[in-house]
């Protein structure tokens, strides 16, 4: 399976947009020092002087402004920081028997405005005779109302909820283990939740 880094934009395409912005700051740069040149040594006769000159400094401050914002824009998203797409790292764990065919699973994020499909990490085995299910998903929209739907084909439907805000902070570390919301097993219907089904998250 592919590793959480594919979840963000691969290295080079990061590092070649880094690149690409930082030219567009120093060009910035020096046309705002061209225009504080001119703004200082010349020497103005006319008023039409003054204001054609003070709007192309007028222009220069924006075009430098636009540059350093893209900058950061373009320095946080390669370090997996971009504020405008958060996302949710998950372990989930169960049976290991539960995830022996882990590549038959799907897992979606469903809200009460899209479905977004996560992006699976591969499958860890536990000592206990649990495995955990690793995998993130992408926040889209500010709301509160998330559930995450395990699909074991064969097997059952898992539903978490995430205990999380519309618009949650980032973490360091994992949050506590919940137990899954609903269990639907494909033959016996809903089931009670139960302590070998749990959940645990963190937002990147």
């Not at 020096?30 to 008023?47: K, N, P």
């Amino acid at each position: 399976m592919n590793s959480l880094s594919s979840f963000f934009s691969e290295a080079a395409d990061g590092q070649l947009g880094l690149l690409m912005s930082a030219l567009s700051g120093i060009a910035a740069a020096l046309a705002v020092a061209l225009a504080m040149t001119v703004y200082f040594r010349l020497s103005y006769r006319t008023w039409r002087d003054v204001i054609r000159h003070g709007l192309a400094g007028l222009a220069a401050l924006a075009l430098f402004a636009f540059a350093a914002y893209d900058m950061r824009h373009a320095a946080l998203a390669y370090l997996g920081l971009n504020p405008s797409k958060p996302a949710v790292e998950f372990e989930i764990r169960m049976p290991r028997e539960m995830l022996a065919a882990a590549n038959d699973s799907q897992i979606e994020l469903h809200t009460d405005r899209n479905q977004t499909l996560a992006l699976l990490d591969g499958v860890r085995d536990l000592s206990d005779g649990r495995a955990v299910l690793r995998g993130a998903v992408a926040l889209n929209h500010r709301t509160a109302d998330r559930v995450l739907v395990v699909n074991l084909s064969g097997k059952g439907i898992f539903e978490f909820r995430l205990r999380l805000p519309a618009e949650p902070h980032r973490s360091a570390q994992f949050g506590p283990w919940h137990l899954a919301d609903r269990i639907a097993a494909p033959l016996a219907g809903a089931v009670a939740p139960q302590d070998g089904y749990t959940i645990r998250y963190r937002v990147l």
